[in-house]
């Protein structure tokens, strides 16, 4: 039971730290599009997308679950520790810090947040 609060924390922690970057960002104005993006954003972005297709299946046009949310579990757990939180958000923490520093609107900063 604590090692599931633990997964349970660092993934709160996760989705705070991307939340918390999305400040100010307005997808209308300030999205990039797919070729903009620098690799290391676009291989994430199909991380991400696999692991959607991984846990959903198509219904009618749209994704649903393939499976109820415990099953589901630990692939997002293992998506979120091994490719996000061991992987890209430490490069993006220190994008994201650097480009703070010179301009919160460059266009950089928006295709770190343009994929949340």
Not at 8 to 17: G, H, I
Not at 36 to 62: I, Q
């Amino acid at each position: 039971m604590q090692r599931l609060a633990d997964n349970y924390r660092k993934l709160r922690k996760y989705f705070r730290f991307l939340l918390g970057n999305l400040a100010g960002f307005d997808p209308v104005s300030d999205a990039v599009s797919d070729t903009e993006l620098l690799p290391l954003d676009r291989y994430m972005l199909t991380r991400c997308r696999e692991l959607v297709e991984k846990v959903s299946v198509p219904m009618h046009g749209r994704l649903v679950r393939r499976f109820p949310v415990p099953p589901c579990f630990p692939a997002v757990n293992e998506f979120c520790i091994v490719d996000l939180s061991a992987f890209y958000l430490d490069l993006l923490k220190d994008r994201l810090t650097l480009l703070h520093r010179r301009a919160w609107n460059a266009v950089q900063r928006r295709r770190c947040v343009a994929r949340y």
